[in-house]
Nanobody, 120 residues
């Protein structure tokens, strides 16, 4: 199972970005998917999480600005980030709880990080 994250980049304060994370490979089913972020010198913190039926949860710092959605047919989650500020600068990582085979054991997979830099 591979998670491919994309969409990061440099954006000015107040701008928007849309991150995508697509799961591929041997996938029987996918449970929760989430985005985390890690700023330099800080721990990795959850940004947003979405269940298989679309229920979402957000970190307080992004509520009202970020929207997480998923397309189960494409095994992809999207993080729409609006009103970005310098405090949102970090490497963003996606993860997914995946059942990869007939054994039925759910495992946690991480994608590679994508850099988001908010600066004028």
């Amino acid at each position: 199972v591979q998670l491919q994250a994309s969409g990061g980049g440099l954006v000015q304060p107040g701008g928007s970005l849309r991150l995508s994370c697509a799961a591929s490979g041997s996938i029987i089913s996918i449970g929760n998917m989430a985005w985390y972020r890690q700023a330099p010198g800080k721990q990795r913190d959850m940004v947003a999480r979405i269940t298989s039926d679309g229920s979402t949860r957000y970190a307080d710092s992004v509520k009202g600005r970020f929207t997480l959605s998923r397309d189960n047919a494409k095994n992809t989650v999207y993080l729409q980030m609006n009103s970005l500020g310098p405090e949102d600068t970090a490497v963003y990582y996606c993860n997914a709880h995946v059942v990869p085979d007939a054994m039925g054991i759910m495992r946690l997979y991480w994608g590679q990080g994508t850099q988001v830099t908010v600066s004028s």
